[in-house]
């Protein structure tokens, strides 16, 4: 069973404001506090439910990466290497494959930018790729 913020909130014996600034890293918690939401949000084995976390801040902890051609070790180094930094960033990453088509390259940036992502890199298959 998923565990709510509520519930964890009703363990520690504080508002669900107070867990949310607390599981946010907000500096404004006393430390007594802050240590009481996280032991409450340990044992209940408290997990962010990132579909709540997106409503409330879209593209939030989502980065995309477009590249012409994922099966060329050349695109699929960079994949890897932004992937380290997104999982630095407790971020995660979506790639797309153009195909080097420049139709699918539109397709793809709109679509991210639809979904308000945090980040998009785009990986160009040749210097004068037109986004317009």
């Known amino acids: 069973m998923v565990t709510s913020i509520r519930e964890v909130a009703e363990l520690a014996g504080v508002s669900i ?3 949310s600034r607390v599981l ?3 500096d404004r918690v006393s430390q007594e506090l802050t240590e009481r939401v996280q032991e409450a949000a340990r ?4 997990r962010p439910n990132r579909v709540a976390r997106r409503l409330r801040r879209p593209g939030h902890g989502t ?3 477009i590249v012409p051609d994922i099966a060329n070790r050349f695109f699929t180094s960079i994949a890897k290497g932004v992937e380290e930094v997104a ?3 407790d971020t995660v990453l ?3 494959n153009t195909g080097a088509d420049p139709a699918r390259l539109r397709k793809l940036v709109s679509t991210a930018l639809a979904e ?3 980040g998009l890199v785009i990986v ?6 037109d986004l317009a």
């Open 17 to 19: 404001a107070t867990v």
């Open 87 to 89: 999982n630095e960033h």
């Open 124 to 129: 160009p298959s040749a210097p004068d790729d």
């Open 116 to 118: 308000q992502v945090a």
């Open 43 to 46: 044992q209940l084995n408290y």
């Open 94 to 96: 979506f790639v797309g």
């Open 24 to 26: 946010s890293g907000a």
């Open 63 to 65: 980065w995309a990466l």
